[in-house]
């Protein structure tokens, strides 16, 4: 799996260089998802694992449930194809991703909270974790009732737990660590 990403990563990059050249990052970005979204078509998922099927007829299909592609976009998609490389797609989508994000110095932020987010408490959100990280953030939110309330986030690396949840544990380990010790 972690050839897979590598792999992803190069393809992506190598995409990536060219989209910045030409200024379609977003546009290609969105192109990529679409087609990840379209692999998970179970119609498609079988055309695509056909021996039978043409790699022109896969493409046209790809491209059509993408709703039409960049020429540089279909050249890759036809190149994994040829090279029987297309699960790839998905992984690449999420590489091209973050590679934008990356240099234009956005961080993604994971956060969790225990009911969904409306519209103003993201964006509050955001900001806040904007100025504590000192650069851009993008949110990607998930909900999870286990955590009770508050706010779980992960950027990168970082873990921020502000979850009632991850409170009360900290609260059961600094009781035990006063009656232990």
């Known amino acids: ?18 989209a ?3 200024n379609t990052a977003d546009e290609w970005a969105a192109q990529l998802h679409e ?10 998922a079988r055309l695509l694992g056909s021996p039978i099927a043409s790699i022109d007829t896969k493409v046209k299909a790809i491209t059509t449930l993408a709703g039409g592609l960049a020429r540089e976009v279909e050249t890759l998609i036809r190149m ?15 590489a091209f991703a973050d590679l934008i994000r990356e240099h234009r110095r956005i ?36 909900v999870d009732p286990a955590i009770i309330g508050g706010v779980v ?5 970082r873990l921020i737990d502000g979850s009632v949840a991850g409170r009360l544990q900290r609260m059961r380990e600094q009781i035990g660590a006063r009656a232990g010790g």
């Open 107 to 142: 961080l993604r932020a994971e956060v969790t909270t225990a009911i969904p987010l409306d519209g103003q408490t993201r964006t509050l959100l955001r900001d806040r974790l904007s100025r504590y990280l000192g650069q851009t953030v993008e949110i990607e939110d998930h």
């Open 1 to 18: 799996m972690k050839h897979q990403a590598a792999s992803a990563r190069r393809y992506a990059r190598a995409l990536l260089d060219i």
């Open 20 to 22: 910045l050249e030409r």
């Open 80 to 94: 994994l194809l040829a090279r029987k490389r297309v699960t790839l797609l998905p992984a690449l989508a999420e």
């Open 35 to 44: 087609v990840a979204v379209a692999l998970d078509d179970e119609p498609m």
């Open 153 to 157: 986030a992960r950027i990168g690396d």
